[in-house]
Nanobody, 119 residues
């Protein structure tokens, strides 16, 4: 079983930057892909970004392309999300997710970390 723990959320102003991190523990070896989703109040959970288990391929949702950068260190089972040029519409609870494949459903979820962007 895999456990995911997010950190780095907070309150920032529009235009600021923030970095989220996620640490996976448990049975993640050898091919564990990780990513980020977010959910704003009254909205469905939205895909933000993901990195393949090899770290060679990254994916982004349209709303964050060009502003967010994901990076993964699979030797340490960590993934980070650098968020730049934040907008009020980025306000949401951000969830770390993991899976034992680069395709298919996500097997594990973190508790979430709140990101609030004020205008």
């Amino acid at each position: 079983q895999v456990q995911l723990l997010e950190s780095g959320g907070g309150l920032v102003q529009a235009g600021d930057s923030l970095q989220l991190s996620c640490q996976a523990s448990g049975r993640t070896f050898p091919n564990y892909a990780m990513g980020w989703f977010r959910q704003a109040p009254g909205k469905e959970r939205e895909f933000v970004s993901a990195v393949s288990w090899s770290g060679n391929t990254t994916y982004y949702g349209d709303s964050v392309k060009g502003r967010f950068t994901i990076s993964g260190d699979h030797t340490r089972n960590t993934v980070s999300l650098q968020m730049n040029s934040l907008k009020p519409e980025d306000t949401a609870v951000y969830y770390c997710a993991g899976r034992f494949s680069d395709v298919g459903g996500w097997d594990a979820w973190g508790q979430g970390t709140q990101v609030t962007v004020s205008s």
